[in-house]
């Protein structure tokens, strides 16, 4: 396995949409989104698991982000409706391997994600 490739950032108006991708080497256990504004710790986004589905959303974006996974294609995406300048920052994908792993296993590059008033 390697480090999973996301794509999909990039600068949108308030209110808004961006659909960002995840694309994982081989089966993944979950998958899951964070994101690391300027000056600020990176924090939980959302989380799918690939066995049945199941999802998980930080307060913040509930209603408003939806994450899915396309298991054919190992990969995972997090479409972001009804952005907020508070949306912005860096995105990172973290993938894990096993139910067994207490942390994620592999992390992305990152993408950019600005959101303008």
């Known amino acids: 396995q390697v480090q999973p490739v996301e794509s999909g950032g990039g600068l949108v108006q308030a209110g808004g949409s961006l659909r960002l991708s995840c694309a994982a080497s081989?089966?993944?256990?979950?998958s899951a989104w964070f994101r690391q504004a300027p000056g600020k710790e990176r924090e939980f986004v959302a989380a799918?698991?690939?066995?049945?589905?199941?999802?998980y959303y930080a307060d913040s974006v509930k209603g408003r982000f939806t994450i899915s996974g396309d298991n054919t294609k190992n990969t995972v995406y997090l479409q972001m409706n009804s952005l907020k300048p508070e949306d912005t920052a860096v995105y990172y994908c973290a993938v894990r391997y096993s139910a067994y792993s207490s942390t994620y296993d592999y992390w992305g590059q990152g993408t950019q994600v600005t959101v303008s008033s």
């Open positions: 081989g089966r993944t256990f979950s």
């Open positions: 799918f698991n690939r066995r049945d589905g199941t999802t």
